[in-house]
């Protein structure tokens, strides 16, 4: 059985400041404060973390919606590549942000969960 969840954050910016970080390797690594490489494009390949995180930019709705496949050095060597789904929405001067993580190997989901608030929301509400 696979783990998932949704999680939502808000960010006072727009949605494209959000977008464009994400898909760039300057902007990924300045909103994280940690080392990513990004080809922003469908099809591209990403690392984050260091290279801790990996994965591919499967579909991209430009300033509304990244979906990639996502994997960390700690899923099993025979684990599927688990997905990761950004909706961005704009309201007020405000974006945001819903994060889908889907098909995460069992008992991982909660350590990503808070994984996603600490070393990405976080470091992106300071950012931002």
């Not at 959000?18 to 469908?42: C, E, F, N």
């Amino acid at each position: 059985m696979k783990n998932e969840f949704t999680l939502t954050a808000e960010f006072i910016t727009n949605t494209e400041t959000i977008y464009k970080a994400w898909i760039s390797t300057q902007g990924h690594t300045l909103m994280t404060g940690s080392p990513a490489k990004v080809d922003g494009r469908a099809g591209g390949e990403f690392t984050a973390w260091d290279g801790y995180i990996w994965g591919t930019f499967l579909e991209l709705d430009e300033n509304k919606r990244i979906l990639q496949s996502w994997r960390t050095g700690e899923f099993p060597e025979d684990a599927e590549d688990s997905q990761v789904e950004i909706l961005l929405e704009e309201q007020d001067g405000k974006t945001k942000l819903t994060l889908v993580h889907t098909n995460i190997p069992v008992g991982q989901s909660e350590s990503y969960k808070q994984g996603w608030e600490d070393f990405y929301f976080k470091p992106m509400r300071e950012y931002l």
